[in-house]
């Protein structure tokens, strides 16, 4: 029998499930959570081309400020976020920055606000996989510095907030009740989300680098904000967290 060895499988090739070839992306790569909202990725950039997209994972190449970036969605939850992140390295890329949407779980975070990670509370089932409990889910620092730097200025200019902390990452969207919200605020937890759990494993497991910089769709302690009415304000958040994470990849040369 000869077993297969997923972890080195497919490197150089192009990629089963996000369908990408080397040399057809950048070294750089913003990650949405849906294939919908990479266009708004592409708005910010010229000479757009349409790489792949199966599945929920859709790519778009082009250029910001002189610097070539990719946008690839990663679906929801941590299962097709660490299969994006692998195939996206198995292509080239080495700098991998989230652009998502984010609950809150702090009083007074409004919808809109940009929310920049300093680490993650692994609630998830896939790390589990790849690591055991303790290993530390961590972004990398020059680019967390960046985003949070480039997120404070964007969001004075919106006149929105800009928060810097650690987050969690969930599995069950539609489980996270009372009792775990709760705890998750006393300890000090900004936001809640689903994917950066498995992107930091993956990035450091991998050797590249990892961010993320998301913008609050809700707050889940306040009352003030549940998921109706938030439309416009997430909209605007969307388009300044991937500001700031494309003034960040030309900032660091990513
Ligand atoms: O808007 P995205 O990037 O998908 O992020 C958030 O939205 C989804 C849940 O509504 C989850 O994927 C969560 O992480
Ligand atoms: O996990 C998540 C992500 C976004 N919004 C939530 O309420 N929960």
Known sequence: MRTVDKSVAGVGERQY?????????STVALLPGDPFRVPLVAE??????????????RTMVGTYKGRRITATSTGMGCP???????ELIRVG???????????????????????????????????????????????DLPITMELERQAARIA????????N???????????????WIERLRREGILNIEMESSA????????????????AC???????????SGTKDALQAGWAASIEAALETAVALEL
């Open 17 to 25: 499930h996000i369908g990408v070839a080397p040399g057809e992306v």
């Open 44 to 57: 910010f950039l010229t000479d757009v081309q349409e790489v792949a997209h199966q599945r929920e994972h």
């Open 80 to 86: 097709s976020t660490a299969i994006a992140a692998e």
């Open 93 to 139: 890329v080495t700098s991998l920055i989230r652009v998502g949407s984010s609950a809150a779980v702090q009083p007074g975070v409004r919808p809109g606000d940009l929310l920049v990670s300093e680490g993650t509370l692994r609630n998830d089932g896939t790390t589990a996989a790849y690591v055991h409990p303790g290993y530390p889910a961590v972004p």
């Open 156 to 163: 004075s200019r919106e006149g929105v907030a800009s928060l």
């Open 165 to 179: 902390g650690l987050n969690a990452s969930d599995d069950a969207f539609y489980a996270e009740g009372p009792e």
């Open 199 to 214: 992107l930091y494993v993956v990035a450091r497991l991998r050797g590249v680098r990892a961010g993320m910089v998301c």
């Open 217 to 227: 769709s809700s707050n889940l302690v306040d009352g003030a904000s549940l998921y």
